[in-house]
């Protein structure tokens, strides 16, 4: 699924990587190998795209997680992310702003 398996840190914290932005961190946690649920602690700034959101634990595999851009740009601010959510506890409807989901486990 899109928690993924094979996590074995039970909590840990989220990486964002993109074209541009900085500033962004999070949180998870994971419960038997997959991981339960994700938390944005700072949106960052300056982002153009949604970044990659990876994990700390290496071992956790296929895993998916969303980050979505705040429309702030359109108001005369910085784009931000506002939400970061694991395919699997998400319905995959989009939430005000720009949803791109991103493989989070590059190949």
Known sequence: GAGGTGCVAASGTLSFQGVDGTGATGT???SAGTITSVILT???????YAPTVTVSDSRC????IDATL??????GFT???SRVVTSSLY???LVVGVSVRFPAVPT
């Open 79 to 81: 784009r931000r992310i």
């Open 70 to 75: 705040s429309d702030s740009k359109l108001a």
């Open 42 to 48: 700072n949106g960052g700034s300056f982002y153009s």
């Open 28 to 30: 998870y946690t994971a």
């Open 91 to 93: 319905d995959g409807g």
């Open 61 to 64: 595999t296929g895993y998916v």
